[in-house]
């Protein structure tokens, strides 16, 4: 069974920066590179929304709208971690944020679908980010 925790989430002024780490434990039988990560957010009585997916080998990665060009998505695979790096943060960013994982054994490239939550088989508990104007 894997376990994924987040962590890094705290309240930030508009226009200032985190890091949120994503860390797995546990054991699943495969390494974890042979899982895609994913980072969603979610506000109360909205969906939860993706952000960002990143292939098992770090070499691809996607985001949403919302994210590119402000948040980069990357993974330690040597420290089972994957990361998100928030820039420019805005009082919409506010959410709690969610890693997720795919099973995926293709490294270097992306599933087919990564956007829908349900693409996904392991989340963590979520860790609140907070923007204040």
């Known amino acids: 069974q894997v376990q994924l925790v987040e962590s890094g989430g705290q309240l930030v002024q508009a226009g200032g920066s985190l890091r949120l780490s994503c860390a797995a434990s546990?054991?699943?039988?495969?390494?974890?590179?042979?899982?895609?990560m994913g980072w969603f957010r979610q506000t109360p009585g909205k969906e939860r929304e993706f952000i960002a997916v990143?292939?098992?080998?770090?070499?691809?990665?996607d985001y949403a709208d919302s994210a590119r060009d402000r948040f980069t998505i990357s993974r330690d695979n040597a420290k089972d971690t994957v990361y998100l790096q928030m820039n420019s943060l805005e009082p919409l960013d506010t959410a709690v944020y969610y890693c997720?994982?795919?099973?995926?054994?293709?490294?270097?490239?992306?599933?087919?679908?990564?956007?829908?939550?349900?693409?996904?088989?392991?989340w963590g508990q979520g860790t609140q980010v907070s923007v204040s104007a």
């Open positions: 997720a994982g795919k099973r995926w054994m293709y490294l270097d490239t992306l599933p087919w679908s990564y956007i829908l939550p349900s693409d996904y088989e392991m």
């Open positions: 546990g054991d699943s039988g495969f390494p974890f590179t042979t899982n895609a």
């Open positions: 990143v292939s098992g080998g770090g070499s691809r990665a």
